[in-house]
């Protein structure tokens, strides 16, 4: 088995599950908040920051974000190491892969850390 | 193992001379979506914390959200969202075991493209 230092998991078939998991939470997170702005029509502050601030939607806005790290982190992983490979653009690939995954990683925390501070720094 | 990684085996994966089937064309806008959704992330995070920040910044926000530039964008990343979703679902179908042959993975590569198109059609109805 060829393992990767950059994976997630380290191991394939746990980034494997973590991309499916996250996923199906962020189908339904979208599918819900959508399904209430469409209901909505005309959405007002109160509204709109009564739904986003009550307790159930703090800690599935929690569970977003950290699935949207998780998830970005497995999907970009996939994709770096598919296209930013020596094969493909020749010899500086690994460099340009590890700088590309590094920017990646780091702008996911930012990501990460941003959405945290927007949903329990308001309340 | 090493030793197999490293063989020397005949590969073409220049991807400039491959004829792309509509499976990976499938495959390729779902990544390419999933990559535009990443650099979306940002806008999105902006809008909910100017949206939540106070009565009058929940105001400015839905202003500027009537500008058509940014109906143009608001509508761009809901089509990234909705082409991601429908691809991401017939990914999860297929890891069920369903469509998996050379026929269904067309079928069904078809059948997403159609029903992404239906709804970023609808969502541009509902942001315009």
Request: charged residues 10%; contains cysteine.
């Amino acid at each position: 088995m060829v393992t990767s230092v950059t994976s997630l998991g380290r191991n394939g078939l746990s980034d494997w599950l973590v991309q499916r998991v996250s996923a199906v939470l962020l189908a339904i997170y979208t599918l819900v908040v959508l399904g209430w702005l469409i209901a909505q029509g005309e959405v007002t502050y109160e509204a709109w920051s009564g739904f986003m601030g009550c307790l159930v939607m703090q800690i599935a806005n929690t569970f977003m974000i950290v699935a949207v790290g998780a998830h970005a982190w497995v999907g970009l992983w996939t994709v770096t190491t598919d296209y930013l490979t020596n094969r493909q653009i020749g010899a500086a690939g690994t460099v340009v892969r590890l700088i590309a995954q590094l920017v990646i990683a780091l702008l996911t925390l930012v990501y990460v850390l941003w959405g945290l501070v927007i949903i329990w720094g308001g309340a | 193992m090493m030793a197999n990684v490293n063989d020397k085996r005949p590969v073409n994966l220049d991807l400039t001379t491959i004829k792309f089937p509509v499976p990976a064309l499938a495959s390729i806008t779902h990544r390419v979506a999933g990559v535009a959704l990443f650099v979306a992330i940002p806008i999105l995070l902006w809008l909910l914390d100017r949206s939540l920040a106070s009565p009058e910044s929940f105001a400015q926000t839905k202003e500027l959200l009537t500008a058509p530039l940014a109906k143009l964008v608001v509508w761009a990343i809901l089509a990234a969202v909705l082409y991601h979703l429908v691809a991401g679902i017939k990914h999860l179908i297929m890891d069920w075991g369903i469509g998996e042959t050379l026929e269904g993975g067309r079928r069904g590569a078809i059948l997403s493209f159609a029903i992404a198109a239906v709804l970023i059609i609808l969502a541009g109805v509902w942001v315009w």
